[in-house]
């Protein structure tokens, strides 16, 4: 069980975690975005938890010309409205909109979104924040700055990245003090 506070952070991919993944596509515009199945319901309870919610997402979608800038930001103020409207919060979202590269240090599995929300929040603690992800690289990103991980996954089976494997976000309440 971890005891968990408002001087905690909560950090959280989007596709695979919040929403549905589409399988060899992208997200372009809301009416493809839709809420995995208990997240609504989820939310409010890890906002009474966690001083801060956070996304960090990549989104190369941006870079390969599918989706602008602008059509990202709709979709993500769609998402938070939702969330907010069934009592949740997200405090602020992050992504990283280019290809991956070695210079680039936004995009997960470096931990540039990271630093960019201490930078944005400097009362963040790195060994106070948990990552919910469903990816490795969700999971190496945190690692770097010493999170503790939750994988929605069940192929890393022996992955020393991966702290707690859960089925889906609902189900990190099990090991939170709520």
């Not at 680039?104 to 929300?117: F, S, V």
Request: glycine share 6%; aromatic share 10%; charged share 25%.
């Amino acid at each position: 069980m971890l005891n968990i506070n408002s001087n905690w952070t909560l950090f959280l991919d989007r596709d695979g975690v919040i929403n549905k993944n589409i399988d060899g596509g992208y997200v372009l515009d809301w009416e493809q975005f839709e809420f995995l199945d208990g997240v609504l319901e989820t939310m409010p309870k890890l906002a009474r938890l966690f001083g801060r919610i956070i996304v960090v997402t990549n989104q190369q979608c941006i870079a390969k010309g599918l989706l602008t800038e602008e059509g990202l930001n709709e979709i993500h103020q769609h998402m938070m409205n939702m969330i907010e409207l069934n009592g949740g919060r997200i405090d602020a979202v992050y992504y990283a909109p280019d290809m991956e590269s070695e210079s680039n240090t936004l995009r997960k599995p470096k931990n540039g979104m990271a630093l960019l929300a201490k930078n944005d929040f400097p009362e963040i603690d790195f060994s106070k924040c948990i990552m919910v992800g469903d990816k490795l690289s969700d999971m190496k990103f945190a690692k770097s700055v010493e999170m503790t991980t939750f994988c929605i996954s069940t192929s890393y089976k022996n992955s020393s990245l991966v702290d707690y494997k859960i089925p889906a976000l609902g189900a990190i309440l099990e090991y939170l003090n709520f």
